[in-house]
């Protein structure tokens, strides 16, 4: 069974920073383009960031370019998020999925974690 469990989201004040990670099992993630996705109270799952398994090739949403990084560690199974200049409008549940950016469309694997940007 593939299991994807996030972790590392918390309450932070705007300008601060978080690691997320999202750590794999039933699957090896080296296989797979690997996608963040969000969702706010009340919206939609947005994407966030992907990263590819060739390259590694990285990409991001507008709102999150040049403040967020995404990561990963194929040894570890694991995928990470580095969240810096957070602002209030980043404030969401936070999932990791398989896949590209069409991982907007499927309800997430995992539960989450929740990141609070809040002063």
């Known amino acids: 069974e593939v299991q994807l469990v996030e972790s590392g989201g918390g309450l932070v004040q705007p300008g601060g920073s978080l690691r997320l990670s999202c750590a794999a099992s039933?699957?090896?993630?080296?296989?797979?383009?690997m996608t963040w996705v969000r969702q706010a109270p009340g919206k939609g799952l947005e994407w966030v960031s992907t990263?590819?398994?060739?390259?590694?090739?990285?990409y991001y949403a507008d709102s999150v370019k040049g403040r967020f990084t995404i990561s990963r560690d194929n040894a570890k199974n694991t995928l990470y998020l580095q969240l810096n200049s957070l602002n209030i409008e980043d404030t969401a549940m936070y999932y990791c999925?398989?896949?590209?950016?069409?991982?907007?469309?499927?309800?997430?694997r995992g539960q989450g974690t929740q990141v609070t940007v809040s002063s």
């Open positions: 039933g699957v090896s993630l080296r296989f797979f383009d």
């Open positions: 999925a398989l896949g590209g950016a069409e991982a907007v469309t499927r309800t997430p």
């Open positions: 990263i590819t398994t060739r390259g590694p090739t990285s």
